[in-house]
């Protein structure tokens, strides 16, 4: 058997494995939208596992400086963000915009020239989206899009800042993460100009209550910049509450991904000043009891207590001298399995999967002969 049979066979019995009931429900589905073709848009659903209808947390992801890196990005990677909403009541949505990930149709936020942006035509292509997201969640019986908020990270920031501005029915609030265009480099913006004159564009007709999040050393969206991007969205009428964190890790802006227990308090009190949210949040699911490849020393040790509170999907692979890899927030196990293994190869010849997801790899290993 080839070694690509061999892993097909794995993550089938993998998947064939029966689950313990799980606090939290979890869906893939695709978001139609005309302009995204047949495909639609590649999206997934996290929300409590009760019965009742939750209250949309539209998550929107950020725009990588290197158009390559598009089409490899998957809900998942916004999975732990989107477990903490969960945990608050949400219903939490991720998707892809048109041009990112395995979303149809074409990449549609261009912003012209550096030196002579547009910055707004992006951002209300970049809201359409949203828009077709919010209106797939309407007929759903488990969602509810009166009280929803709207979170975006990065140009999904400045996305969620451009909904307000037209802002659909139901939406109570809405949160900014670094939110901004036009990056090209640490700390180098094109037409910084155009882009503070975008947000007191938006800042014009936005009328929702929305919550700033941004730390002082963001290499994307340095302090000045930000300080001008908030005044002007305030100065026309924006409201907009800032949160300005102290400096963290090499680059702030990575705050929404790597940061998260430093800022749910922010969002905590930005959600009871607005009624919004449950009140209790629920318990983090429990880890998975799986102990680590005995070969492992320290390090290995710590990379697999990291493993097991990573974003599905994940795998993890690991050589009989102890060196090892893991991958998670990918499209599907056999990509998160893929990975593991080629990130693995990099330092021993011999490696092969432990583990994938919550499964140990000789478990099902055992289960398919």
């Known amino acids: 058997m080839t070694r690509a049979a061999m892993l097909a066979a794995l993550i089938v019995c993998i998947a064939m494995q029966p689950a313990a009931a799980e606090p939290f429900y979890r869906e893939d589905l695709r978001i139609p939208m005309e302009a995204a073709g047949p495909r639609g848009l590649e999206a997934m659903l996290l929300r409590p596992s009760g019965t009742r209808r939750y209250p949309l947390a539209l998550i929107s992801h950020g725009t990588p400086r290197e158009g390559s890196a598009r089409a490899p990005m998957s809900p998942y990677g916004s999975y732990r963000q989107a477990l903490e909403f969960a945990r608050r009541g949400f219903a939490a949505l991720v998707f892809m915009r048109r041009g990112y990930g395995d979303s149809g149709?074409?990449?549609?936020?261009?912003?012209?020239?550096?030196?002579?942006?547009?910055?707004?035509?992006?951002?209300?292509?970049?809201?359409?989206?949203?828009?077709?997201?919010?209106?797939?969640?309407?007929?759903?019986?488990?969602?509810?899009?009166?009280?929803?908020?709207?979170?975006?990270?990065?140009?999904?920031?400045?996305?969620?800042?451009?909904?307000?501005?037209?802002?659909p029915p139901g939406l109570a609030a809405a949160i900014n993460f670094a939110g901004g265009r036009g990056s090209r480099a640490d700390n180098d913006v094109c037409d910084e100009?155009?882009?503070?004159?975008?947000?007191?564009?938006?800042?014009?007709t936005s009328r929702i209550p929305t919550l700033w999040i941004y730390a002082q050393n963001d290499k994307?969206?340095?302090?000045?910049?930000?300080?001008?991007?908030?005044?002007?969205?305030?100065?026309?009428?924006?409201?907009?509450?800032?949160?300005?964190?102290?400096?963290?890790?090499?680059?702030?802006?990575?705050?929404?991904?790597?940061?998260?227990?430093?800022?749910?308090?922010?969002?905590?009190?930005?959600?009871?000043?607005?009624?919004?949210?449950?009140?209790?949040?629920?318990?983090?699911?429990?880890?998975?009891?799986?102990?680590?490849p005995p070969q492992l020393r320290n390090k290995g040790r710590a990379g697999f207590a990291d493993y097991l509170s990573a974003s599905p999907h994940r795998a993890f692979a690991v050589s009989p001298k102890g060196a090892f890899a893991f991958r998670g927030g990918r499209r599907s196990t056999r990509e998160a399995a893929e990975a593991a293994l080629a990130a693995c190869a990099e330092y021993a010849p011999d490696c092969a999967l432990y583990a994938v997801d919550d499964h140990l790899a000789d478990t099902a290993n055992a289960g398919s002969r």
């Open 220 to 292: 994307f969206f340095g302090p000045e910049l930000v300080r001008r991007m908030h005044t002007a969205f305030t100065g026309a009428g924006g409201l907009a509450q800032f949160v300005d964190f102290p400096p963290h890790g090499e680059d702030g802006h990575l705050l929404f991904s790597r940061a998260i227990p430093l800022w749910t308090p922010a969002v905590d009190g930005f959600l009871r000043d607005q009624n919004l949210g449950t009140r209790d949040i629920a318990a983090m699911p429990a880890p998975s009891p799986m102990s680590p």
């Open 105 to 167: 149709g074409q990449y549609a936020e261009s912003s012209g020239p550096c030196g002579r942006r547009e910055y707004l035509p992006a951002a209300w292509q970049s809201a359409s989206d949203l828009r077709a997201a919010i209106e797939a969640m309407r007929s759903r019986i488990d969602v509810s899009t009166n009280g929803m908020i709207a979170v975006g990270v990065s140009a999904g920031g400045f996305a969620t800042l451009a909904l307000t501005a037209n802002a």
């Open 193 to 204: 100009d155009a882009l503070v004159r975008a947000y007191a564009t938006l800042g014009r």
